[in-house]
């Protein structure tokens, strides 16, 4: 395990700056989504009538393919920095689509992870490491303060 243990109060000061950074990666999911679509739809127009285009409009077609793909290095290589940043902070981008961040708590002297989700007001969830988000039981409160691992 490497990274700052949260307490939930901790963890729910840090959404501001958290919630800004998911919302740029799921913001980066959705536009790799459409140039992904936008680049299929493209080749299967070029599969289907190639043989009916002519030179110009083969390399118009293949001009736009480059154009998505080179936008979406630039989209994955974004999301990517938003998840490294989140690393920095502690926190852990589990799932950008969705925009489900997480945190490393502890509860009943256990650690888990405290989740949070691109909408929700504040850090109210948590579950098991070896558990996943929709195994998520709410925080009753009564969790222990942790202590940073750093410290």
């Known amino acids: ?22 919302t740029d990666a799921k913001a980066c999911t959705t536009l790799i989504a459409r140039h992904k ?13 190639a043989k009916g285009l002519s030179k110009e409009q083969i390399e118009a077609i293949l001009v736009a393919i480059c154009d998505h793909e080179d936008k979406l290095t630039a989209l994955k290589e974004k999301r990517s920095d938003c998840s490294q ?8 981008l589990d799932n950008a689509k969705s925009g489900v961040v997480k945190f490393y708590g502890e ?23 070896d558990a996943d988000f929709a195994d998520r039981q709410a925080i009753d409160g009564d969790e222990k303060v942790a202590q940073s691992a750093e410290a």
């Open 85 to 92: 940043e989140l690393e920095e902070l502690g926190a852990f």
């Open 37 to 49: 679509r936008g680049i299929a739809a493209l080749r299967q127009q070029l599969e289907e009538s």
């Open 107 to 129: 509860i009943d002297s256990r650690i888990v992870y405290f989740t949070w989700k691109l909408g929700e007001v504040d850090v109210a969830f948590w579950h098991e490491i």
């Open 1 to 22: 395990m490497k990274g700052k243990i949260f307490s939930r109060q901790e963890a729910t000061s840090m959404l501001p700056l958290v919630r800004r950074i998911v």
